[in-house]
């Protein structure tokens, strides 16, 4: 288990404190111009690094919620990937609850994360609504991979209940694809 520690968000660029974050649990990050297949824009990844360029980003909580998606991947498949990856639909959702509860962590807005310039018609406002209500979307499988607990997934683990996480990483070979 990764013990992280929170980083005083109130003071410094998110960019900056996402960056500092991902670093801290495990994931390469480089800022440098980016250019070819990308998940999102200013995102590219590359054999499991992550490459940043902040002036092509719509968001900076598209760097959470691309990261998440790697997250949840098994470390081997993580290694490997790159370009547009593959995402199941399960993965998706398990990408929306680890980037929530990421910027809750690291005392983000959820909003940078969820912002209205994605997430379809309605932006990513749903999203937030669901998750502040209690909503569970994508977290049994957070629970099943080790991530954290949640009634839901019919286990609590004190100090460990969604969108409190344990780890960061999954470090099994499950995946959810």
């Known amino acids: 288990m990764q013990v992280v520690k929170s980083v005083n968000s109130n003071t410094r660029e998110p960019l900056d404190v996402i960056v500092e974050f991902l670093r801290s649990v495990g994931f390469t990050v480089r800022l440098e111009p980016v250019s070819g297949a990308q998940g999102l824009p200013g995102i590219a990844v590359d ?7 902040a002036e092509q980003l719509v968001g900076e909580g598209d760097l959470l919620h691309e990261a998440a998606h790697l997250a ?3 470390p081997a498949r993580r290694r490997l990937a790159g370009g547009r ?7 998706e959702m398990m990408a929306f609850a680890w980037s929530y509860a990421a910027a809750l962590h690291l005392g983000l807005d959820p ?6 310039r994605g997430y379809g018609e309605l932006g990513g406002a749903w999203a937030i609504d669901a998750f502040a209500r209690g909503g569970n979307i994508g977290v049994p499988g957070l629970c099943w991979l080790g991530f954290t607990s949640h009634k839901c997934a019919g286990q609590v683990i004190p100090g460990a209940i969604y969108p409190k ?10 995946e959810l694809l």
């Open 47 to 53: 054999r499991g690094v992550m490459v940043v360029d």
């Open 72 to 74: 949840v991947m098994s």
């Open 85 to 91: 990856f593959h995402s199941s639909q399960a993965e």
């Open 111 to 116: 909003a940078l994360v969820f912002h209205q």
């Open 165 to 174: 996480l344990i780890a960061w990483l999954n470090e099994t070979e499950n």
